[in-house]
């Protein structure tokens, strides 16, 4: 009888657990050692695994067994990894004595589309996937001065944040996949959902009151902004909002306060109707270096180091929107400038409408993020365009002559005999001499003019809104600057020169491929012709 009572408790709790099964997010039940003990077929196809393969195995073997407050990276079943986020409850004590010590349930929510970052290296292969700024993303969640949630394309709840749990009286672990329909009444939750909908089906954000039940059982009337994040492919994947309460007592004013000054994020508020800050963070002050008092009564507007970006901002917002996560220069104090993740919404405090700001100092990492992509896209030797950067945006110059109509022109240069150069005085001789060819096209070129290295002592330029007659002017000042640059030698100076073959657009089917080619054919007769000259590509050549 033990036995046939033990194998009943088992199978109501397998029955009880199958309700997971057609959750969209991983669930798994797991033993206080981290053994697994049942997994929805969500989890087992997040992590890879073939149905049924997950229970007895260990958290360990895919890395779920962190207690950390933001994403981290999976190991998936063939030692791939995934971005996920964790949050775990433990299960209440059953018949056969296993209790909240004993089991505890895992939701595992895929995370991997907002967390990975493609940065390509120079040979063209994508490096592993970072942070990407996710531990930023929470810090912002938990230091913001009002109620955050997301939730899934499905509206449940997938993560909320301290404020949140204060205001509504449900912790964050017992909100996970609940819905809406557990903070109010049915009619007004149906609006909720046809506002969530609403702005998964167009860009932007919404912005409504609506009654929301607090921790004291009250219904209070909240703002709520809501905006939809989407995956790589502009899909939606669910909505991120706000709640800001349109009435607030002091104490909760102080607690907030008190919450911001501890948060690693520069923060600010200001009034919308004449830009003037009422409120900023310590950390807001450090980033500005100036005194907390002295920033405040002064105007947001005067932080901005490029007026154009501010005029970015100001167009979202006025269209209703807000900003999330945009790269801006701000200016310190001393009026040193430096990158910041900026984030702003609007928001209605005590009456007053605001916007209430969030700045995160990117400066080191986008200083190193542009470095990397500049040794990826440059010729060590010259500093100019490689061949595979400059065919990128030579394809996109080409783009914009065939949209807008408009002429271009290659022409395709190589320095003469520059074997001889090679042979006579040495290869290091050699380096400085396409050093100088380099710097010379650059001191005629125009700012806007593709300038490459297409390999040994061969370049090539894109002239944008250029015929090839017109270019012709440009190529021989080119070739008179080049023949009379002296170049240093060891035993003294010497002079180069330099052959030069052109070819301009033809039709609107054209290719840059093709129009190198022309170029070349063009300077294969200027190399004929004795070199030291310009040719421009004609049929039957």
């Known amino acids: 009888m033990a036995m046939i009572s033990d194998r009943g408790v088992h199978d109501m709790r397998g029955s009880a657990w199958s309700a997971y099964d057609r959750l969209p997010v991983g669930v798994c039940i797991v033993t206080a050692s981290g053994m697994i003990r049942y997994a929805n077929p969500t989890l087992h196809g997040l992590l890879g695994c073939e149905p049924g393969g997950l229970p007895g195995r260990s958290l360990c073997e895919f890395d ?95 993560a909320v944040n301290d404020a949140f749990a204060r205001l509504t009286g449900i912790s964050r672990a017992d909100m996970l996949r609940r819905t809406t329909f557990a903070l109010t009444g049915p009619d007004m939750a149906r609006e909720h959902v046809g506002q969530d909908r609403a702005v998964m089906e167009r860009e932007g954000s919404v912005q409504y009151e609506a009654p929301v039940r607090t921790a004291e059982g009250a219904m209070r009337m909240v703002n709520l902004t809501k905006a939809a994040f989407r995956d790589q492919a502009g899909n939606p994947m669910g909505i991120v909002g706000a709640i800001h309460e349109l009435t607030e007592t002091r104490p909760n004013e102080e607690r907030l306060e008190a919450i911001l000054e501890q948060s690693p994020i520069g923060v600010s508020v200001s009034r919308r ?14 980033l500005i270096g100036l005194p907390r008092e002295k920033l405040i009564g002064s105007r947001a507007r005067d932080y901005y180091l490029d007026s154009h970006q501010r005029l970015r901002v100001l167009e979202r917002l006025r269209g209703g929107g807000g900003v999330t996560n945009m790269e801006v220069q701000f200016k310190r104090a001393d009026g040193s400038p430096f990158w910041t993740l900026f984030t702003v919404n609007q928001a209605v405090i005590q009456g007053v409408p605001v916007n209430l700001a969030w700045i995160y100092d990117y400066t080191e990492r986008r200083s190193m993020e542009e470095a990397l992509r500049d040794m990826a896209s440059r010729d060590p030797l010259t500093g100019i365009y490689n061949r595979r950067s400059f065919m990128e945006l030579a394809r996109s110059q080409l783009a914009r002559a065939h949209r807008f109509h408009e002429p271009l022109s290659v022409f395709v240069l190589d320095v003469d005999h ?79 020169t330099a052959s030069i073959g052109i070819a301009g657009l033809e039709g609107a089917t054209d290719t840059l491929e093709r129009a190198i080619h022309r170029a070349d054919l063009a300077l294969y007769r200027a190399k004929h012709l004795g070199r030291n000259r310009v040719a421009v590509f004609e049929p039957g050549m």
């Open 64 to 158: 779920l067994d962190r207690s950390l407050p933001q994403a981290w990276p999976a190991r998936l079943a063939d030692g791939a990894v995934r971005w996920v986020a964790v949050a775990e409850m433990p299960l209440p004590a059953d018949a056969d004595g296993e209790g909240a010590d004993a089991l505890r349930m895992l939701t595992v929510t895929d995370v991997d589309a907002l967390c990975r970052q493609e940065k390509v290296s120079g040979d063209g292969v994508p490096s592993r996937p970072g942070p990407a700024g996710m531990p930023m993303v929470d810090a912002l969640l938990e230091a913001a001065p009002v109620p955050l949630f997301v939730k899934d394309a499905d509206g449940q709840y997938i």
């Open 418 to 496: 520059f074997k001889r150069i090679n042979d006579t005085f040495g290869h290091a001789t050699g380096d400085d001499a396409l050093r100088m060819v380099a710097a010379g096209c650059q001191a005629i070129l125009r700012e806007y003019d593709l300038l490459g290295r297409l390999g040994g002592e061969e370049f090539v330029v894109v002239l944008p809104g250029a015929t090839a007659d017109e270019s012709r002017v440009v190529a021989e000042r080119v070739r008179r600057h080049l023949a009379r640059m002296p170049i240093e030698a060891p035993d003294g100076t010497f002079r180069l």
């Open 273 to 286: 109707d004449d830009g003037r800050i009422v409120f900023v963070n310590t950390r807001f002050a450090e």
